[in-house]
């Protein structure tokens, strides 16, 4: 079974970056993209290289490569939520595109650069978890190839619900292995899976991946991604707390107003300190109720699910 994750960058680098495993990276991209742009080989542009990563040179774990049809490639495992990473995808693509050109060569000998980023959090709008984007013709709603440098892809993991019955394509094969890694036994594995050679491959190499300094490695980013979760959700804690007492307050103090005006206005037929009393009583009770419904609408904004975000508020 499976003890490490490859979804945590320096591991996904090391397993799809390597030389060794130079034919993972390219079924993985054939897996992703049309028929038309799928990879017989490969040029990595910055492989795996321990010393590289130690000595500070390789901190971003994104894998570049060219086809052998000059095809350019930036392949990216992203496993913390960002919520401007649609920015950071063009930006590292821009990055690509400028890579290919030395000084003194012609913008005809650009060639396309296709982005693809795995992201370990849900991100685009839509229910689909592979989504692509190309640049179109807003006038004819057609992509007319003019534009066909551009291309950028999303992965979004958490989204890939399949079982191993209804695993059909090699991504959706991909998919489960990077989902599942710690629950595969490569001598136990689902027929869907085993079938695949290259995920037999990515099975057998996560396996005997690291040796102990590499693990050390893996551990300390492991943990670092760990603690930044842990920051988020603590962050994310603390706002709703913020949130439900800045709303509680406010309901109450609107009640108390409009209850005051409300007693007023019955008071001129029931009494002056009678209408206060109601006033009151209902002002309280109507800005707690809606303090509470405010805060519960906003619990659910933040991703909290209604039955759970109902028994912290006790309604």
Known sequence: ??????????????????????????????????????????????????????????????????????????????????????????????????????????????????????????????????????????????????????ELHYVELRKFKKSDAELITALDRWSAFLTRAHQLDKRRMPASLANDADIVKAVAAVDRMFDKEERVIYEVRMQSLLDVESKIVSAEDKGMMRGMEKGLEAGLKQGIERGLEQGLQQGIEQGIEQGIEQGLERGLEQGREKGLHEALARLMEQGMPEEAARRLLNL
């Open 1 to 150: 079974m499976c003890h490490i994750n490859p979804r945590v960058d320096f591991a996904f680098k090391k397993l799809f970056g390597s030389e060794q495993n130079k034919d993972l990276l390219i079924s993985l991209i054939n897996a992703i993209v049309a028929e038309e742009d799928r990879v017989a080989d490969l040029h990595l542009k910055n492989p795996y290289n321990l010393a590289d990563y130690q000595a500070g040179k390789m901190t971003i774990l994104d894998i570049k490569a060219m086809s052998e049809r000059g095809r350019w490639f930036n392949v990216e495992m992203q496993i913390s939520e960002d919520l401007y990473f649609d920015k950071r995808a063009i930006y590292y693509w821009s990055k690509l595109v400028t890579e290919q050109l030395s000084e003194g060569q012609l913008f005809k000998e650009l060639q396309k650069t296709i982005s693809i980023n795995i992201l370990d959090f849900n991100f685009v709008d839509s229910e689909d978890f592979h989504n692509c984007y190309r640049i179109t013709n807003t006038t004819s709603g057609r992509d007319d190839r003019l534009h066909d440098m551009f």
